[in-house]
């Protein structure tokens, strides 16, 4: 099968039942994404696969052949960090770290959805194209994403303070 | 996860045929795989043929006559988002916001979500007895940890409920199921899709074998309904319903009676639940606190609770009338 990962296109020789989650991990050693609940209750295996975030644990990677998936290792590097990557730093965004590369992928999904207009559960005004970018929405956005440790608060902050400047509306 | 086999179809009729040909390897439709993948890795759904679906039918289209139709293969977030669907029918916007996480709905599809499984936790245990996999080996869900289970069309074999928030607030908008199967199209009212448990939980649709989900009709609503989504459960996000309420309500040119309502409750039975009880105490009648109390107790009177699932008798009846009071409220009057 072949894959576009991180703007590489890879052949892997799998099985079709393999996830797209262990063929990140255990067939091209892109152990960035991490496999927490592997049924869809915890967000830390989320990548992007043509911007959109998803969970790779319930993808099964014979559907993803044509699509451009980017991980954790597609966002930064420890040299070259992502600004949310700093963010997350600055902000005490994790304790353990173990969520926090499928948080950062579902955080930059998430801007790209307030960006496109996609409503969440705390959108009051469904007619408005444009979404209010404040904490209420990134609560809510992120709630498919667990993080055990209970960083949320430094997590909420980190996103906002990353997408304010291009999301927030001008008053 | 056992082996299979993988198909990729291009259209619904090539999906089909597919189907038919490898009938006796229990071949299944897989799309968003938010469901399926996961019963696989459980050995609780143990397909011999995968056939991929889900390239086929993404479009939503508005017809002339103003219904929208879904093609079964549209994203949950491509549907909560369109600018038809926000604008006409928000509660169907609302319903799938408020279902599952931001990354499930970017994968889940229409279909998927119509054909999706319950939650029940004997169902996924297979230690468990649950006559949904095994037919006739008993329901450990009816003296067990039934705070998630139905209270209403249950049966002795069977008490699981109806995971979707879509399905509810389709069954309000009187959605039509558009179907293609081995013997031809047809088209099935969504209300009519999804069976009651009977004796024979394990046949969960009206669905015949090879039969694929293409498309879901809303028609237009009448002039002037307001429409909502209130949705009930333990965790303020990312949680099943204990219930929900889609409602629809058109009101007269005073605001004080009710020329018609529609009702769905989600999170209570084996399938989403059209209140046309409850719909018939609305219709023509005052709008009244009294008269909605009317309504869901009309609407409840036969619903049985269990050990742990009686208290969602009280529950559905408060949020039906919190419901039809939140659409009636005019201008001036108290929250």
Redesign the interface.
């Known amino acids: 099968m072949q894959f576009t990962i991180n703007g590489r296109l890879q052949t892997v020789d799998c099985d079709?039942?393999t996830?797209l989650l262990d063929l990140l991990r255990d067939h091209l050693g892109l152990t960035g994404t991490k496999k927490g609940c592997?049924?869809?209750a915890c967000?830390a295996c989320?990548v992007l696969?043509d911007g959109?975030?998803?969970?790779s644990c319930?993808?099964?990677a014979?559907?993803y052949q044509t699509r451009s998936v980017i991980t954790i290792e597609g966002i930064g590097s420890a040299r070259d960090l992502h600004p949310l990557q700093q963010a997350f730093i600055e902000c005490d965004g994790l304790q353990c770290g173990y969520c926090t590369p499928g948080q950062i992928c579902?955080a930059l999904?998430?801007a790209g959805?307030i960006k496109?207009?996609?409503?969440?559960?705390c959108?009051a005004d469904?007619?408005a194209?444009e979404i209010e970018f404040n904490s209420d929405e990134i609560?809510?956005?992120l709630?498919?994403?667990l993080c055990r440790c209970g960083a949320y608060n430094g997590i909420v902050q980190a996103v906002q303070k990353t997408f304010a400047p291009t999301l927030e509306r001008a008053p | 996860m056992n082996e299979f086999s993988y198909e990729r179809a291009t259209d619904p009729a090539a999906a089909i045929r597919l189907f038919s040909k490898c009938n006796g390897r229990n071949p299944r439709y897989l799309a968003g795989g938010t469901n399926l993948v996961d019963l696989m890795r459980e050995d609780i759904e143990q397909p011999g043929t995968i056939i991929d679906v889900s390239g086929i039918s993404q479009a939503i289209q508005r017809r002339e006559d103003g219904a929208i139709l879904l093609g079964a293969g549209a994203k949950n977030t491509a549907v909560a988002s369109h600018r038809d669907i926000r604008e006409r029918f928000p509660m169907l916007t609302q319903a799938i916001v408020n279902g599952a996480s931001a990354q499930i709905r970017n994968m889940a599809t229409v279909g998927g979500n119509l054909m999706q499984r319950t939650r029940c936790y004997y169902f996924y245990d297979s230690a468990a007895r649950c006559n949904k996999r095994v037919r006739g080996s008993g329901c450990d869900a009816l003296d067990g940890f039934n705070r998630i289970h139905a209270i209403l069309g249950t049966s002795a074999h069977c008490i699981a409920t109806h995971p979707s928030d879509m399905c509810v607030a389709l069954a309000a908008l009187d959605a039509i199921v558009h179907i293609e199967g081995p013997s031809g199209p047809r088209r099935l009212k969504l209300t009519d899709l999804h069976r009651l448990p009977g004796d024979t939980p394990d046949v969960e649709t009206e669905l015949a074998p090879g039969e694929l989900i293409t498309a879901v009709e809303i028609p237009p609503l009448p002039p002037a309904t307001r429409s909502v989504y209130r949705k009930v459960r333990d965790r303020a996000s990312y949680a099943f319903a204990l219930v929900s309420v889609a409602a629809a309500v058109q009101l007269n040119e005073s605001g004080d009676s009710i020329l018609a309502a529609r009702l769905a409750l989600g999170g209570v039975a084996h399938r989403p639940w059209r209140a046309s009880v409850a719909e018939g105490v609305l219709q023509g009648a005052p709008a009244t606190e009294e008269r909605f109390r009317q309504a869901a107790e009309a609407e409840l009177q036969l619903a049985v609770g269990r050990a742990h699932n009686a208290f969602k008798i009280d529950l559905a009846k408060r949020v039906v009338v919190d419901t039809l009071k939140e659409l009636t409220r005019r201008p001036g009057d108290e929250p």
Not at chain 1, 52 to 55: D, T
Not at chain 1, 116 to 121: D, E, K, Q, T
């Open positions: 079709v039942r996830s592997d049924q869809g967000g989320t696969v959109e975030r998803i969970n319930l993808a099964l014979v559907q579902s999904g998430l959805e496109r207009g996609v409503p969440s559960a959108t469904l007619r194209g609560r809510e956005r709630s498919g994403n």
